[in-house]
């Protein structure tokens, strides 16, 4: 196979994870150590986000006409992707949680949800709680205040109840 070909296959594969993405984060991860990169893509796999280098040209390529397509200006230096596929502050979350704790992971920008973020964004993305905490949330508020309501019709209609048969007596 030729060498085109083969770059070929690899800015497909990028454009095929891409196109499944809720979101994609780019960073630097200059300076981080082997074991503290193992720890990070540990977590990651865990929350199901994938990680992984690529050349900057090779990413130049795959984003071409989609909607990551803003992370172009943010392709130079060593750069690494992690995409999200499930929940799109899973990967920010994950990557910030790290990043705290190693200094020597940057993030550079990311998409969440076809809109860019520069590296401040992504940060204020990563303290967003998941999905499923969030929607337990909301349906927290929705109940308690249909409960309360259930319980005044409740005391309503036994205090009606308790003042029908006191009159009948």
């Known amino acids: 196979m030729a060498k085109i070909e083969q770059k070929q296959v ?3 594969e990028i454009k095929d994870k891409l196109s499944e993405a809720q979101s994609a984060v780019l960073l630097d991860y200059r300076g981080l150590t082997v074991e503290q ?3 990070l893509r540990k977590k990651l ?3 199901n986000v994938e990680y992984k280098v690529y050349k900057n040209t090779m990413l130049n390529f ?13 392709l130079a230096g060593p750069t690494a992707i992690a995409i999200s596929y499930d929940d799109p502050t899973t990967g920010p979350r994950i ?3 790290v990043a705290e704790k190693y200094k020597a992971l940057e993030f550079k920008a990311g998409v969440v949800e076809s ?3 520069d590296e401040a964004g992504i940060k204020k993305v990563a303290k967003i709680p998941p999905k499923d905490q969030l929607l337990s949330t909301l349906l927290g508020s929705f109940k308690s205040p249909m409960a309360s309501f259930a319980r005044v019709i409740n005391a309503i209609a036994e205090k009606q109840q308790e003042g029908g048969e006191t009159a009948t007596e």
Do not use: S
Not at 62 to 74: C, Q, R, S, V, W
């Open 95 to 97: 990557l910030n949680e």
């Open 10 to 12: 690899i800015i497909n």
């Open 45 to 47: 796999r865990e929350g």
């Open 115 to 117: 809109r860019l973020y």
């Open 62 to 74: 795959a984003i071409e006409g989609t909607d990551m397509e803003p992370l172009k200006e943010f």
């Open 37 to 39: 990169d193992t720890e």
